[in-house]
């Protein structure tokens, strides 16, 4: 009989394009040769591997979607979602990077932003040189991005932004933040170089999760800024909320990659670990966990595939990306707590990668939508009840 590849049950790779298995390949290289042979130790320093950040670019993982006109990869959806995958296998700090300065920053510039916005930016950000983060999160109540009480006054040609975000990714790394702000024509976006007076970033530390990615307050005591930053073509929660879509999007294949990892590790593990006279693998206590394990990630691919396809067509809807976005998560960080139980005492050092991808996915189930947002969501599309 054919051995199926444990990793993907269904054999989803053969139903993505040549050009979509190339870039998972490239990336999957990558990810082997120059992330996983630090990235433990970058999990137990804190520290963000920023000298990856050229190469990262010269793979074209910043911005992949976005037409070649802006510097962009103008690939699929899907190949989007593949890099989210393959980047989130080594971890979910990368991913995040990844996922930020594409979806978050790159994205909202050239859904929303100007043509001279667009040339400024988009080039220079694909290329590594430019680094956004994204302020929407606020100290009061991320889950409620519409109470946001960072304001932006107009003052002559000028805009001048007062307020504060939470847990923002990337934000003592960026050179500039999409900054969301309210202002008398409702939310509006503005992309603000850090090195404005009164724009002030804090790295959050004693992080216990993300810890290979920079977190940061961000403050804003009158900082001006001309007009000309004013992300011009949309107003209102829709603007950030579409951002988050995208993001989200990819966020619900990388989670793929960190299950996957986990299982893999425990399949070699267990095969070689030897209790009460045979290998841990053969005893049916664990297979049950592990077929189980099997089970979720190949329902967890074909979620995203269909996905993806779907945003390809220009069909993906919000609340689908909820459904896959809770899905996966919950499926990852289920699993990556099993695997680290299944290692045993070997499980809680960061020597094997369970428990670095189990601690990582606290982080990824809460942003971009905490679980119980994202089930609410599904919740009001079933019943038309809106239950926030
Ligand atoms: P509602 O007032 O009904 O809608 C406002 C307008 O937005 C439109 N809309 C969307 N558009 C695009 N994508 C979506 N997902 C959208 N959801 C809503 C909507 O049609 C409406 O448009 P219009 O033209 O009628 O004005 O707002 P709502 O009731 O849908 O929202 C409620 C809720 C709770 C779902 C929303 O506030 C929410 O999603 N809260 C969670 C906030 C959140 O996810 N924050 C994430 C911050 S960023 C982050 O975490 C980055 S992590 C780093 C990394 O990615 O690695
Ligand atoms: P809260 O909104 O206070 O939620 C607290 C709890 O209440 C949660 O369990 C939630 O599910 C629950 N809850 C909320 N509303 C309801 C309800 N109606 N019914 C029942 N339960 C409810 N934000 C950015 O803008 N940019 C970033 O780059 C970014 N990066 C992040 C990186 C990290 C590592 C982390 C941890 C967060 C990041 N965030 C970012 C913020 C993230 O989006 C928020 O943490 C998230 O949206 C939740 O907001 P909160 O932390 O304020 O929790």
Redesign the pocket.
């Known amino acids: 009989a054919v051995r199926l590849n444990p990793l993907d049950l269904y054999d989803v790779r053969a139903l993505l394009s040549d050009e979509e298995r190339m870039v998972q390949d490239s990336v999957g290289r990558f990810v082997d040769e120059r992330v996983l042979p630090i990235i433990g130790d970058c999990f137990d320093q804190a520290r963000f591997p920023k000298e990856l950040i050229p190469e990262i670019a010269g793979l074209g993982l910043l911005g992949a979607t976005i037409p070649e006109q802006y510097g962009g990869g103008g690939m699929s959806g899907v190949s989007y979602g593949l890099i989210c995958q393959e980047l989130e296998r080594g971890d979910s700090g990368l991913r995040?990077f990844a996922s930020?300065q594409s979806s978050?920053c790159m994205y909202p510039i050239f859904a929303y932003g100007s043509e001279e916005q667009k040339q400024q930016y988009l080039p220079r950000m694909s290329a590594g040189e430019v680094i956004g983060?994204?302020?929407?999160?606020?100290?009061?109540?991320?889950?409620?991005?519409a109470n946001m009480k960072t304001n932006a006054k107009k003052d002559g040609g000028d805009w001048v932004i007062n307020g504060a975000?939470?847990?923002?990714?990337?934000?003592n790394l960026a050179h500039i933040a999409i900054v969301w702000a309210q202002t008398e024509d409702g939310i509006q976006g503005f992309v603000v170089p850090t090195d404005t007076a009164g724009f002030k970033a804090q790295e959050i530390h004693k992080?216990m999760?993300?810890r290979a990615?920079v977190?940061s307050a961000l403050f804003f005591d009158n900082v001006r800024v001309p007009d000309s930053a004013r992300l011009p073509n949309v107003k209102g929660l829709k603007g950030p909320l579409g951002c988050l879509t995208q993001a989200r999007y990819g966020i619900t294949w990388g989670p793929i990659g960190a299950a996957q990892a986990c299982l893999k590790e425990v399949l070699d593990y267990t095969a070689e670990r030897m209790l009460f006279g045979k290998p841990l693998a053969s005893n049916q206590a664990i297979q049950l966990k592990m077929a189980d394990m099997a089970r979720r990630i190949t329902t967890a691919q074909l979620l995203s595939l269909q996905l993806g396809r779907l945003k390809d067509a220009g069909k993906m809807q919000p609340t689908q990306v909820s459904l896959a976005k809770w899905n996966n998560c919950r499926m990852a960080i289920d699993i990556a707590r099993q695997c680290r139980d299944i290692l045993g005492g070997a499980g809680i050092t960061t020597e094997h990668a369970a428990i670095r991808h189990a601690l990582n996915l606290e982080?990824v189930i809460?942003?971009?939508?905490?679980?119980?947002?994202h089930e609410?969501v599904v919740g009001r599309e079933l019943t038309g009840i809106n239950?926030?």
């Open positions: 995040s930020v978050l983060c994204f302020g929407l999160t606020e100290p009061h109540g991320g889950s409620d991005p975000k939470m847990w923002i990714t990337n934000g992080k999760s993300l990615s977190t982080s809460t942003y971009e939508g905490t679980e119980t947002v609410l239950a926030f």
